[in-house]
């Protein structure tokens, strides 16, 4: 099962929003309402920030939006601050298994 | 509060094995089953399979099959995972993840880093 796209690098700056893309196949992001969004800051562990394409867990800001448009999936951060500086990374879940993406750097200018 | 807290760092010599835990505390264990994600030194998130923590039955992500064994210990509320014959390319930080419902990993160890050096 290959990793799914994403940008290798994102930025903005405060205030603004950026979006960040995950691209897969029908098999997994095309096939499937699983998509879900970690955020990783250096040393820690991954945070779930989206689950099921666009579904928050409670404490997770509204700042944080996630949508599908065929096989491709977007994470969008409004109102950047600079505590969003951190490495983003997308899953699916798969028939067999779950699939990550290879992680987008967000740097906050 | 749910937690899953992992063993201590580990540095083996290549060819030894390793067993790492995540003991869960503040839920059911058994009502969730359990994630193995892997991350390389400045690499992404790997997912190395789950096991079903009702049965005890191991699913393994391609490339993680034969020295890789996934275990549990319900009594203590403890998922294991025990790598064997370990090599240079296993050094990484190795996550436990519960997962929420279907392949949504809501709460995670800290991480436990294996480094296999001579």
């Known amino acids: 099962q290959s990793a799914l796209t994403q940008p290798a690098s994102v930025s903005g700056s405060p205030g603004q929003s950026i979006t960040i893309s995950c691209t897969g196949t029908?098999?997994?992001?095309?096939?499937?309402?699983?998509v879900s969004w970690y955020q990783q800051h250096p040393g820690k562990a991954p945070k779930l920030m989206i689950y099921d394409v666009s579904n928050r867990p409670s404490g997770v800001s509204n700042r944080f939006s996630g949508s599908k448009s065929g096989n491709t999936a977007s994470l969008t951060i409004s109102g950047l601050q600079a505590e969003d500086e951190s490495d983003y990374y997308c899953?699916?879940?798969?028939?067999?298994?779950?699939?990550f993406g290879g992680g987008t750097k967000l740097t906050v200018l | 509060q749910v937690q899953l807290v992992q063993s201590g760092s580990e540095l083996k010599k290549p060819g030894a094995s390793v067993k790492v835990s995540c003991r869960a505390s503040?839920?059911?264990?058994?009502?969730?089953?359990m994630n193995w994600v892997r991350q390389a030194p400045g690499q992404g998130l790997e997912w190395m399979g789950w096991?079903?923590?009702?049965?005890?039955?191991?699913t393994y992500a391609q490339g993680f099959t034969g020295r890789f064994v996934f275990s549990l210990d319900t009594s203590v509320s403890t998922a294991y995972l025990q790598i064997s014959s370990l090599k240079a390319e296993d050094t990484a930080v190795y996550y436990c993840?519960?997962?929420?419902?279907?392949?949504?990993?809501?709460?995670w160890g800290q991480g436990t880093l294996v480094t296999v050096s001579s």
């Open positions: 096991i079903s923590t009702n049965t005890g039955n191991p």
């Open positions: 899953s699916s879940f798969t028939s067999s298994s779950t699939v």
């Open positions: 503040g839920y059911t264990f058994t009502s969730y089953a």
């Open positions: 993840a519960r997962d929420g419902q279907l392949a949504v990993f809501d709460s």
């Open positions: 029908s098999s997994d992001v095309g096939g499937y309402n699983y």
